[in-house]
């Protein structure tokens, strides 16, 4: 007897769990910048593709320390991150980019 096989059965795929955030602080010629995302304030550090710009809608897994592509939804193009921080409130970001950028 043959089993009769149905797509509609199967479990649907994983959400693709993707952290959003927008672009709250950059300063003119640092790689780092500040985020405003889901669970609080991040710091990223641009490692190359798009430049995203103050007010850009970020997507992807960037609250996860480490190296990340993700996509800039505003520009629709995609750059590389490396997670600094994440989980921050809004002082202490600033604190931190701050640091970072300062001269």
Same mark, same amino acid.
């Given at each position: 007897?043959?089993?009769?096989f149905?797509?509609?059965?199967?479990?649907?795929?994983?959400?693709?769990?993707?952290?959003?955030?927008?672009?709250?602080?950059?300063?003119?010629?640092?790689?780092?910048?500040?985020v405003?995302?889901? !669970?609080?304030?991040? #710091?990223?550090?641009? =490692?190359?593709?798009? %430049?995203?710009?103050?007010?850009?809608? &970020?997507? !992807?897994?960037?609250? #996860?320390?480490?190296? =990340?592509?993700?996509? %800039?939804?505003t520009?629709?193009?995609? &750059?590389?991150?490396?997670?600094?921080?994440?989980?921050?409130?809004?002082t202490?970001?600033?604190?931190?980019?701050?640091?970072?950028?300062?001269?």
């Amino acid at each position: 007897m043959a089993l009769k096989f149905d797509l509609c059965d199967l479990p649907p795929p994983p959400a693709y769990a993707a952290t959003q955030g927008i672009v709250t602080k950059r300063i003119f010629g640092c790689d780092y910048f500040m985020v405003n995302a889901t !669970g609080g304030y991040a #710091i990223l550090e641009w =490692h190359g593709g798009h %430049d995203p710009d103050s007010g850009d809608l &970020l997507v !992807g897994k960037f609250e #996860i320390y480490g190296m =990340h592509e993700i996509v %800039d939804d505003t520009a629709d193009e995609t &750059l590389t991150v490396r997670t600094e921080e994440y989980d921050l409130s809004r002082t202490r970001a600033l604190e931190i980019l701050v640091d970072k950028c300062g001269d």
